[in-house]
């Protein structure tokens, strides 16, 4: 869940919570069975006054251990997000053309995302890189009347786990 930045790697000091908050699809293809996933963050900071700004630099998708889909250059690729951090969105991780189920309940749905983040905190501010990982996103897959796949997130937002690094030095990711 929540980490606090160490002040050898981020000077201002700020307690994190990162979760999955919401999952939709589109594009679907009937054709092809795929369509375009769509994997929303929200971020929080219990009472620490941290203001962030983030820019997302790789994402990626898992079921299980097997890579789904890998996005180095997404549609929001740069976008700056800045603002207090209590419920605050951060951007999508967007996926093109991932293989998806007509119906079900998908449960081992994983997100990779590497974002770089500036913080200001009331003792100092810094930057680095985030490594964030969101596990057992639950995902239940439904085909309404005419056809459409809709995707949606089973219950509430899910916690991620993640990793703050002042270089990012994978390039593999």
Same mark, same amino acid.
């Given at each position: 869940? %929540?980490?606090? #930045?160490?002040?050898?790697?981020?000077?201002? $000091?700020?307690?994190?919570?990162?979760?999955?908050?919401?999952? /939709? =699809?589109?594009? *679907?293809? @009937? *054709?092809?069975?795929?369509?375009?996933? @769509?994997? %929303?963050?929200?971020? +929080?900071?219990?009472?620490? %006054?941290?203001?962030?700004?983030? +820019?997302? =630099?790789?994402?990626?998708?898992?079921?299980?251990?097997?890579? =789904?889909?890998?996005?180095?250059?997404?549609?929001?690729?740069?976008?700056? !997000?800045?603002?207090?951090?209590?419920? $605050?969105?951060?951007?999508? *991780?967007?996926?093109?053309?991932?293989?998806?189920?007509?119906?079900?309940? $998908?449960?081992?749905?994983?997100? &990779?995302?590497?974002? /770089?983040?500036?913080?200001?905190?009331?003792?100092?501010?810094?930057?680095?890189?985030?490594? !964030?990982?969101?596990?057992?996103?639950?995902? @239940? #897959?439904?085909?309404?009347? *005419? %056809?459409? !796949?809709?995707?949606?997130?089973?219950?509430?937002?899910?916690?991620? &786990?993640?990793?703050?690094?002042? &270089?990012?030095?994978?390039?593999?990711?």
């Amino acid at each position: 869940m %929540g980490t606090v #930045f160490p002040h050898h790697i981020l000077k201002g $000091v700020c307690n994190l919570e990162v979760f999955a908050d919401s999952f /939709s =699809i589109s594009n *679907a293809s @009937n *054709a092809n069975a795929t369509a375009d996933w @769509n994997v %929303g963050f929200t971020t +929080r900071n219990p009472g620490n %006054g941290c203001k962030v700004s983030l +820019r997302t =630099i790789k994402s990626r998708l898992l079921r299980g251990n097997k890579l =789904i889909s890998e996005s180095s250059t997404p549609d929001y690729f740069g976008l700056l !997000v800045t603002g207090k951090l209590n419920d $605050v969105p951060v951007p999508y *991780a967007v996926f093109k053309t991932v293989a998806t189920p007509r119906k079900g309940v $998908v449960w081992d749905i994983r997100v &990779e995302v590497v974002t /770089s983040v500036k913080i200001n905190g009331r003792s100092g501010h810094g930057d680095g890189f985030l490594i !964030v990982t969101c596990r057992d996103i639950p995902v @239940n #897959f439904t085909v309404d009347p *005419a %056809g459409n !796949v809709n995707g949606s997130l089973i219950g509430y937002m899910r916690p991620c &786990e993640y990793l703050v690094q002042k &270089e990012y030095t994978d390039p593999s990711f």
